[in-house]
Each structure stands twice: as C-alpha cells, then as structure tokens.
C-alpha cells in the first residue's frame, strides 16, 4: 500500500532519513523518529548508496489517473455534506446514483456507481441514512410526554404504576 504523502513529501521523508542515518542514529531509532517501518529506512538507505540522491526521488505513482483532482474532491466533499435538497433533489438521502449525477453535472465525469462508495470512503465519508421523521411531529408534544406523561405510566420497580 503507498504511504500517505504527496511524491515530495515522500522524498524529503526518504532524505531526511538519510541524513538522520548519516549523523549516527540507527535505523531503529530513525524508523522511531520519522514513524516508518525500519525495513523502509534500510530499503532507503540501500537505494541511496547505489544510486545516490537519485535513489530517493520521488516516483510517479502507478495506475491509473485519478479523474478528479483534489480540490474537486474537497468541494464535492462539502456539497455532499450540504445535502441533496441544496442540489434540487426532493429528499434527504444522497444515493451513489445522485451523486454519480451531480459528479457528472458538474465536473463532467462519470463514475460507475460502486465506484461512487469508494470515492467517498477514501475523501473521509462514510454511508449513512437520515433518521425518518414523522410529518406530523410535533418535538414539543413528544418532550412534554417524555417529561410528565411516561413517568406517570411508566412501571415502578415495585411492578405497579406511579400514582
């Protein structure tokens, strides 16, 4: 799996690394200090003695491209958490098939719709459904019948109601 990071991050990660290893820290200790696999400082250092800094460099990352870039992943992010009402849809559930859609209205794209889940779980979403709600609701009835009118039915531990 590709750590965290962009390419350049990665690489002064890798020469940080180097020069840690190269002021007489271990490679255990360097691991400690930079939180990485110590096999992947002694992989770094193996790349920097045969190859020199260019051992280090950056690599372009393999598969395909991405179809969004990063900030149309952050602003979709925020339209998602404004809701579908905002974008004219008639309820509160953002389905991958809507958000498929909106992706497409607005940036052009399209994705398969499995791959939408995907999308968001890796952006820090996480697939949820809205709390349905009566219509008819009223919370200030339901807040004056959890206050007076429960404990007044309500069992007590005796087995009898409340008088």
């Given at each position: 799996m ?5 390419g ?5 990660r ?6 840690l ?5 271990q490679?255990l200790?360097?691991s400690r200090l930079?939180?990485v696999d ?5 992989r770094?250092k ?11 460099k950056a ?5 395909r491209p991405?179809?969004l870039?990063?900030k149309q992943?952050?602003?979709l992010?925020?339209?998602v ?7 004219g849809?008639?309820?509160s559930?953002?389905t991958?098939?809507r958000?498929?859609d909106?992706i ?5 794209v399209r ?5 939408i ?5 890796s ?5 949820q459904?809205?709390?349905?709600v ?14 007076k009118?429960?404990p007044?039915v ?8 409340r008088?």
């Amino acid at each position: 799996m590709r750590p965290v990071g962009t390419g350049v991050e990665l690489e002064r990660r890798r020469i940080r690394a180097i020069e840690l290893l190269r002021e007489g820290h271990q490679p255990l200790e360097v691991s400690r200090l930079l939180d990485v696999d110590r096999r992947s400082i002694r992989r770094w250092k193996f790349a920097y003695q045969h190859n020199g800094r260019r051992g280090l460099k950056a690599r372009p990352i393999p598969g395909r491209p991405a179809l969004l870039t990063s900030k149309q992943r952050a602003k979709l992010v925020r339209w998602v958490l404004q809701g579908p009402e905002s974008f004219g849809f008639e309820t509160s559930l953002w389905t991958c098939k809507r958000i498929g859609d909106l992706i497409h209205q607005r940036f052009g794209v399209r994705y398969h719709a499995h791959h939408i889940a995907r999308l968001l779980t890796s952006s820090g979403l996480s697939p949820q459904r809205p709390q349905r709600v009566a219509k008819e609701r009223s919370d200030q009835r339901v807040r004056i019948w959890l206050t007076k009118t429960w404990p007044a039915v309500k069992k007590t531990s005796h087995g009898s109601a409340r008088a």
